[in-house]
C-alpha cells in the first residue's frame, strides 16, 4: 500500500517535471534507434529500475517509447539483477530455442549496475557515458565497448550489423 501511494505520487510529481524542465534526447539516441528498429534481427527492450508507467511516461514524453517492444522494471523486482533476468524470459517468450541461440543479447546503459547486471544475465554491454559516471568509472567496471557519446552512430550501428547467412 505504501508503494502504491509513493508511485501514484511520484507519476504525477513526474508528469509536471517532464513539462516543465527542458530535458531533452541525447544526440545520437533517436538515430540509433529508428536504425535499428528497422532491422529485423534487432529487437529493442528496455530495462529499468524505474517504475514501468514512469518509465513509459518518460518514453512518450520524448517520443521514443514506439521503439520498444517489451520491458524488465524496477517496480517488479528490487534487484537490477533480477530486472534484467525478467528481460531474458521476456526475449525467451518472443524467440524459438533455435533462434535464441544465435541472438547476442545487448544492454547499453550508462551506470555501474547496468554493466554489472548485463553481465549477470551474460550479456554484452555498451557503455555510454551521458555525464553521470565518467569513463573511468564505467571502464573499470569492463564493458564490452565503451563510447563517451552516441554522437557518431556508426561505430554503434556496426555492432549491430545483419548476421551472415550461409548457403
Do not use: M
Amino acid at each position: 500500500e505504501n508503494r502504491q501511494r509513493f508511485e501514484s505520487g511520484y507519476l504525477k510529481l513526474l508528469a509536471v517535471k517532464l513539462k516543465e524542465r527542458q530535458g531533452r534526447v541525447l544526440p545520437g539516441i533517436k538515430s540509433i534507434l529508428e536504425t535499428l528498429s528497422r532491422h529485423e534481427h534487432v529487437h529493442l527492450g528496455l530495462l529499468t529500475g524505474n517504475f514501468e508507467h514512469g518509465a513509459r511516461q518518460k518514453l512518450e514524453h520524448f517520443d521514443l517509447n514506439h521503439f520498444f517492444d517489451f520491458g524488465a522494471y524496477g517496480d517488479h523486482h528490487a534487484s537490477r539483477n533480477d530486472v534484467a533476468r525478467e528481460a531474458i524470459k521476456q526475449i525467451q517468450q518472443r524467440h524459438t530455442p533455435e533462434s535464441l541461440a544465435e541472438t547476442s543479447i545487448w544492454v547499453i546503459g550508462d551506470t555501474p549496475s547496468d554493466i554489472h547486471c548485463a553481465r549477470a544475465i551474460g550479456a554484452n554491454v555498451i557503455a555510454v557515458a551521458t555525464g553521470v559516471y565518467p569513463p573511468e568509472e564505467l571502464r573499470a567496471c569492463e564493458p564490452d565497448y565503451l563510447f563517451e557519446h552516441f554522437e557518431e552512430i556508426e561505430p554503434i550501428l556496426s555492432l549491430f550489423a545483419a548476421p551472415e547467412t550461409t548457403n
